[in-house]
Structure formats: structure tokens, C-alpha cells
């Protein structure tokens, strides 16, 4: 129970090599060392709308079961996601609980809920229970909240190895293939994977750099991506993307002017888009964006992870472009050779 025994687990925390390891740790350790009835952390899902359930300890498959915990009917969990720390007394008496009934029937009598903050927002809560009522010490607050701080970079190690693994393989079907379009579509499918996102697209310059053709789009329907021309001079997103040469952002497409498409916007479900340019040899080719489904702040981690993906995308373009213009060159410089053979023979006729 001591410091050094926690410190012994924050370390058990740090080397598993799975989150869903490190969480099943923490919810452990958690029930362990304070003797509670259960606990759970849940995170919230890419459109933040529903907690799913990440780990468990203590609870039944039936009350883990019960149904999709959503902060909008969850007074507990919402109060917890602005960053607060909840105690609940009395789990079947309280309005704030979604579920009054299935925690009366699991025996669950105390809560307390604690956020799960990565960067300065929320993604998650942390929850113990008491069979009975209990009211939590300094020191067990403590523990908890060292705990959910430990999930928090668990999980943000997570995400930042799996947007490794997402660049490193992007990387390798550069050096190993020449077909540009099966590099597209792995990035765009790569970029709204990695960062949680609702789709991404990515669309190249025309010859007069007056129009962004898509190229390769992920979670976008064909409805949407038929929509109409995406023109630089009349979407204020690409134009700074494009002229500025910097990564841009809308907090809501459904209302920001910048964004060309507002009202297809609101019908595909979009709301916050990043928008980073693509660029070879200083040259803007198009541009690359992952879209939300809720309106979200990109942290600058994300906006960095898309920037390099944007470059490893500009190179592949630039590479399947430089190939195609040497196997023209050499069609022409064999198709010349043909011809002065025809005419040296002609020649000596």
C-alpha cells in the first residue's frame, strides 16, 4: 500500500506491451488495494458520445451488459467529463446514476468517478464501487487519481505507436510498390484509424492549381464525394492549406464559412475537419483531411502525425509521377531508336 509498491505498478503499467493490459492493471490495483467491491474504466468512443467499457474488475458480465452509458443520460459520467471528481453516496437513490436498478442489483451501494484527462480533455473515466457506503480517504482519492493518470498515458502511448506502426507501414508500401493508388487509400484509411476520425480524404491539385480532385477518400459516402467541385478560391480551408503552405482547422463545417460544402456537411454527419497540404520540392501537389463526427479540438500531437503522413504521401505521388515520366522517356527514346533503324535501313537500300 505504500508509495514504493505503487510506484512498482506505474512501472507494471509502463512496460505492457497492450493497453488492453494496462488498463486490466489498473482496474485491478485498484480494486485490490482498496478493497472495493468492483471498478471499470471507460472510454469515450471517436464520436464521444457513448463510454464503452475498456476494462473490469469485480463486475458481472450482466451489469457490464446492462447497456451503452452515453454522458448526455449519465449525469455522473458527464459531471466526471468536464474534469471533475464524483462521489456518489448512494448509487440506487441518486438521479445521477443511468442505471439505478441494474446497480441495485449488482450490490453496488458508493461511487466514485474519476476523469481520464490526455492533453487537458477528457477521454474517460475511472470508477470504483462500494458494496456498502463508504466514503473515500485522501490517500484512496489519491491512489485513484494516480491511477487514472497512469491509464492516460498508457493510452496515449497506444495511440502514438499506433500511428508509428501506420507511418512505418505507409513507408515501407512506398519503397515496395509503384501503384499510387494502393498507397492512397492506405493513408487516407491510415490518418482516420489512427486519429479516431470519422474519414479522411485526400485530393490533388489540377495543372492550373484552381481545383482539388479526390484521389482516395475513407468513410466518406459516394453521395458526398459527388457533391461538386472542390475549388480552391471558393473553399477558404484549402486555400489557406494551399497558399500558406500550414495546416488548417474547423471547429464546426456545418457553420464555418471556410468550409465550401456546409449544408453537405451537416447531411454526412461532419463537423471538425483538419486540412494539411501536401508537399514535394516545395510545391503544394493537394491536400489531406481527416473529418469528425463531433465538433473536437486536434491536438497538435494529431496535427503533426497528419503532417508527416501528408509528406510520405507527397513523396509517393512524386515517385509514381517521376517513374511515369521515365518509362515515358524511355517508350520514346525506344520508339526513336526504331525509327532511325527503319530509316538507316531504308537507306542502305
Given at each position: 500500500?505504500?508509495?514504493?509498491?505503487?510506484?512498482?505498478?506505474?512501472?507494471?503499467?509502463?512496460?505492457?506491451?497492450?493497453?488492453e493490459?494496462?488498463?486490466?492493471?489498473?482496474v485491478?490495483?485498484?480494486?485490490?488495494?482498496l478493497?472495493?467491491?468492483?471498478?471499470?474504466?471507460?472510454?469515450?468512443?471517436?464520436?464521444?458520445?457513448?463510454?464503452?467499457?475498456?476494462?473490469?474488475?469485480?463486475?458481472?458480465?450482466?451489469?457490464?451488459?446492462?447497456?451503452?452509458?452515453?454522458?448526455?443520460?449519465?449525469?455522473?459520467?458527464?459531471?466526471?467529463?468536464?474534469?471533475?471528481?464524483?462521489?456518489?453516496?448512494?448509487?440506487?437513490?441518486?438521479?445521477?446514476?443511468?442505471?439505478?436498478?441494474?446497480?441495485?442489483?449488482?450490490?453496488?451501494?458508493?461511487?466514485?468517478?474519476?476523469p481520464?484527462?490526455?492533453?487537458?480533455?477528457?477521454?474517460?473515466?475511472?470508477?470504483?464501487?462500494?458494496?456498502?457506503?463508504?466514503?473515500?480517504?485522501?490517500?484512496?482519492?489519491?491512489?485513484?487519481?494516480?491511477?487514472?493518470n497512469?491509464?492516460?498515458?498508457?493510452?496515449?502511448?497506444?495511440?502514438?505507436?499506433?500511428?508509428?506502426?501506420?507511418?512505418?507501414?505507409?513507408?515501407?508500401?512506398?519503397?515496395?510498390?509503384?501503384?499510387?493508388?494502393?498507397?492512397?487509400?492506405?493513408?487516407?484509411?491510415?490518418?482516420?484509424?489512427?486519429?479516431?476520425?470519422?474519414?479522411?480524404?485526400?485530393?490533388?491539385?489540377?495543372?492550373?492549381?484552381?481545383?482539388?480532385?479526390?484521389?482516395?477518400?475513407?468513410?466518406?459516402?459516394d453521395e458526398?464525394?459527388?457533391?461538386?467541385?472542390?475549388?480552391?478560391?471558393?473553399?477558404?480551408?484549402?486555400?489557406?492549406?494551399?497558399?500558406?503552405?500550414?495546416?488548417?482547422?474547423?471547429?464546426?463545417?456545418?457553420?464555418?464559412?471556410?468550409?465550401?460544402?456546409?449544408?453537405?456537411?451537416?447531411?454526412?454527419?461532419?463537423?471538425?475537419?483538419?486540412c494539411?497540404?501536401?508537399?514535394?520540392?516545395?510545391?503544394?501537389?493537394?491536400?489531406?483531411?481527416?473529418?469528425?463526427?463531433?465538433?473536437?479540438?486536434?491536438?497538435?500531437?494529431?496535427?503533426?502525425?497528419?503532417?508527416a503522413?501528408?509528406?510520405?504521401?507527397?513523396?509517393?505521388?512524386?515517385?509514381?509521377?517521376?517513374?511515369?515520366?521515365?518509362?515515358?522517356?524511355?517508350?520514346?527514346?525506344?520508339?526513336?531508336?526504331?525509327?532511325?533503324?527503319?530509316?538507316?535501313?531504308?537507306?542502305?537500300?
Open positions: 500500500m505504500g508509495k514504493e509498491s505503487l510506484c512498482e505498478v506505474c512501472e507494471s503499467i509502463n512496460s505492457a506491451l497492450r493497453l493490459d494496462a488498463l486490466d492493471i489498473i485491478r490495483n485498484a480494486g485490490e488495494r478493497k472495493l467491491k468492483a471498478s471499470s474504466i471507460r472510454l469515450l468512443d471517436p464520436r464521444r458520445e457513448t463510454l464503452q467499457i475498456s476494462a473490469a474488475y469485480g463486475l458481472s458480465e450482466v451489469y457490464i451488459s446492462k447497456g451503452p452509458v452515453k454522458p448526455e443520460k449519465s449525469i455522473l459520467d458527464r459531471e466526471a467529463l468536464s474534469g471533475k471528481l464524483v462521489y456518489v453516496e448512494d448509487a440506487a437513490q441518486d438521479p445521477r446514476i443511468q442505471y439505478p436498478e441494474d446497480v441495485k442489483k449488482e450490490g453496488i451501494r458508493s461511487i466514485l468517478c474519476v481520464i484527462m490526455l492533453e487537458g480533455r477528457p477521454i474517460g473515466v475511472l470508477r470504483a464501487y462500494a458494496g456498502d457506503v463508504r466514503h473515500f480517504t485522501d490517500s484512496e482519492i489519491e491512489t485513484l487519481r494516480i491511477l487514472a497512469q491509464g492516460a498515458i498508457a493510452i496515449r502511448n497506444a495511440r502514438l505507436y499506433r500511428r508509428m506502426q501506420t507511418l512505418s507501414e505507409l513507408a515501407r508500401r512506398i519503397g515496395s510498390t509503384l501503384e499510387l493508388s494502393d498507397v492512397l487509400n492506405l493513408l487516407v484509411e491510415g490518418a482516420a484509424k489512427a486519429m479516431g476520425g470519422k474519414a479522411a480524404s485526400l485530393r490533388l491539385l489540377d495543372r492550373f492549381g484552381e481545383r482539388l480532385t479526390i484521389s482516395a477518400a475513407y468513410g466518406l459516402t458526398y464525394i459527388a457533391k461538386g467541385p472542390v475549388e480552391v478560391h471558393k473553399s477558404v480551408l484549402d486555400y489557406e492549406a494551399v497558399l500558406e503552405k500550414k495546416p488548417v482547422t474547423i471547429y464546426d463545417a456545418t457553420l464555418d464559412p471556410k468550409f465550401q460544402y456546409r449544408q453537405e456537411a451537416e447531411r454526412e454527419g461532419i463537423r471538425s475537419v483538419l494539411v497540404p501536401l508537399i514535394a520540392r516545395e510545391k503544394v501537389l493537394g491536400v489531406l483531411r481527416v473529418y469528425t463526427g463531433v465538433p473536437y479540438e486536434f491536438t497538435q500531437d494529431e496535427i503533426d502525425f497528419l503532417a503522413l501528408a509528406n510520405l504521401g507527397a513523396l509517393a505521388i512524386e515517385n509514381a509521377r517521376m517513374h511515369k515520366q521515365m518509362k515515358e522517356s524511355y517508350e520514346r527514346l525506344m520508339a526513336d531508336v526504331s525509327s532511325w533503324h527503319d530509316w538507316d535501313s531504308w537507306g542502305t537500300r
